[in-house]
Nanobody, 121 residues
Framework: QVQVVESGGGLVQTGGSLRLSCAAS????????MGWYRQAPGKQRELVAS???????NYADSVKGRFAISRDNANNTKYLQMNSLKPEDTAVYYC???????????????WGQGTQVTVSS
């Protein structure tokens, strides 16, 4: 069984910083990529940032230069450092982990529970 647990988030003023954490666990879970999506009220869920097992990073244009995704391979934990936050960053942030349960090779996406990020103006 795979669990994806995220933490962090909260309320911050414009220009402030927050850090989200996401840990994926599972005895046979081989991770290919992890990242975060976010969803604001009335809007579609959008990809914020991702990182592959090889270290390739991808960011939404709206967060480039402000957000940074990093990893702690020893603990299968990823971090999303969010700086210079803006009110438009307000959303529920969902962590995900893409991987396969060995020996199967089918990639499955697992989601975290979501965490609220609110940026006040």
């Amino acid at each position: 069984q795979v669990q994806v647990v995220e933490s962090g988030g909260g309320l911050v003023q414009t220009g402030g910083s927050l850090r989200l954490s996401c840990a994926a666990s599972g005895s046979r879970f081989s991770i290919n990529a992890m990242g975060w999506y976010r969803q604001a009220p009335g809007k579609q869920r959008e990809l914020v940032a991702s990182i592959t097992s090889g270290g390739r990073r991808n960011y939404a244009d709206s967060v480039k230069g402000r957000f940074a995704i990093s990893r702690d391979n020893a603990n299968n934990t990823k971090y999303l450092q969010m700086n210079s936050l803006k009110p438009e960053d307000t959303a529920v942030y969902y962590c995900y982990a893409d991987g396969n349960l060995t020996p199967m090779t089918v990639t499955v996406r697992y989601w975290g529970q979501g965490t609220q990020v609110t940026v006040s103006s």
